[in-house]
């Protein structure tokens, strides 16, 4: 089972001034802990239940980009980016861009959108849930041609790509990680069947059925159910100790999971959640 940080919350005691370098050595500490991925939000505002809407929010990707300058060997990538935010072919560029000057370290973890109120505050389109769940097919189905060694139109019901160049392409081959995110039955499960190489769920009682539902989603569309990496995501606060952390990854990990995301709520000093995973993964050991 390996340990992923996810950084949901920048609302620290080092304040805005110092945050570029409080974030810089958070991550290193992780990495300096044993922790394999790092992963960012991709949304504007504060989410409900982590914070106030006000509370500090980086944007996604250029965030990313400081991360890759501060780490060495984690993978990195949003834990989700919202299709609606970005045009299909910046959006690969931007995660190729990363991956190349990562040296292969950076994907792309994608879902359908959901932040309603963020995206009328700030003026996103936000189309009802048919219309982005067909965005997000299309996109993921844009990303991956620019990752292959096609320069093929792409004619989509959407989108139309006249020549699908991409230079200089991924490192990570055949193309840089690919995570669809959430646990839809009907459409997110079935499209991380047929494109992705991870999902990642929440823990609930309903996670075991979730990945039934996956399985046979793969049966379906003739895809190896054990191909997908199953990670999962969990909210630590400062109740949470060691022990009681590691039991819930053991949990996951007798479902199947490989990979659990980790984020804080409550933590105004970040090296406290990596002590916190540090400890856990001594109580797995």
Known sequence: MEFGLHIADYTWSSGQRQLGPALAAHVRNAE????????????????????????????????LGFLVAHTEKALLHTLVTGVIYREPALLAKQVTTLDVLSGGRVGLGIGAAWNEQ???????????????????????????????????????????????????????????YLMIGG????????????????????????TARKLDVLRAHCDAVGRNYDDIEKTAMIPVDPESTPATVASTMR??????????????????????????????????A
């Open 32 to 63: 300096a802990a044993g922790i394999q991925r790092i992963t960012v939000m991709d949304h504007f505002w504060q989410l409900p239940g982590i914070g106030p809407v006000e509370h500090e929010m980086l944007e996604a990707y250029a965030t």
């Open 118 to 176: 963020e995206s009328k505050g700030l003026g996103f389109e936000f189309p009802p849930m048919a219309e982005r769940f067909r965005q997000l097919e299309e996109t993921i189905q844009i990303c991956l041609q620019l990752w292959s060694d096609s320069e093929e139109p792409y004619e989509g019901a959407i989108w139309q790509l006249e020549r699908t160049l991409n230079s200089p392409q991924s490192i990570a081959r055949p193309h840089p």
């Open 183 to 206: 646990g839809g039955e009907k459409k997110t499960l079935r499209l991380v069947a047929q494109y992705a190489d991870a999902c990642n769920l929440g823990l609930s009682p309903e």
């Open 251 to 284: 949990d996951l990990s007798a479902l199947g999971f490989t990979a659990t995301y980790v984020y804080a709520v409550g933590y105004p000093e970040p090296e406290r959640v990596v002590e916190l995973l540090a400890g856990a993964t001594d109580e797995l």
